[in-house]
C-alpha cells in the first residue's frame, strides 16, 4: 500500500471520527461490510468461519451491532435451530455514509482557511 493511499484512509477514518458515529471494532467492520456487500444467507457460523474466529466473537460482535440496530437476527422459519444474520436500513444508511466518507476523501481537497491548513500540517 503507498503512503498516498495510508494518508488517504487516514483521511477516511479522521472524518468517521468526526462524525460522531460509532466507534466499530474493524471485526464488527468487516462482519458488517462481509453481510452488507456479499450473497447471504449469513450465518454466526459461516461468518466466524470467513473471518477465521470463533461464534462467541462474533455473537458478541452482533450483539454491539444488533444493539445499533445496524445488523439483526432473524430465526430460520423451516429449521428453528438456524439464526440468521439480517441487513437493517439503519446499517444501510450507516454503511451509506461511511462510503461517502471514502469517495470524499478521493476527491481533489477543497481549499482550507488558513487555520484548518495549520491543524492539517501539525498532524500530517
Do not use: C
Not at 461490510?33 to 454466526?44: A, D
Not at 458478541?60 to 429449521?79: C, F, P, W
Amino acid at each position: 500500500m503507498s503512503e498516498r493511499s495510508l494518508k488517504g484512509w487516514m483521511q477516511t477514518l479522521i472524518s468517521y471520527v468526526r462524525s460522531g458515529q460509532p466507534d466499530l471494532t474493524n471485526r464488527q467492520m468487516a462482519l458488517m461490510l462481509l453481510v452488507y456487500l456479499t450473497p447471504g444467507p449469513h450465518t454466526v457460523r459461516g461468518l466466524a468461519n470467513i473471518l477465521g474466529v470463533s461464534k462467541p466473537v462474533i455473537t458478541r460482535a452482533l450483539n454491539t451491532l444488533g444493539t445499533l440496530g445496524y445488523l439483526r437476527r432473524v430465526r430460520d422459519e423451516a429449521d428453528r435451530r438456524n439464526v440468521f444474520v439480517a441487513k437493517t436500513s439503519v446499517g444501510q444508511e450507516f454503511l451509506e455514509s461511511f462510503e461517502r466518507n471514502i469517495e470524499e476523501e478521493g476527491q481533489p481537497a477543497p481549499r482550507r482557511t488558513h487555520k484548518e491548513r495549520g491543524f492539517i500540517l501539525q498532524h500530517s
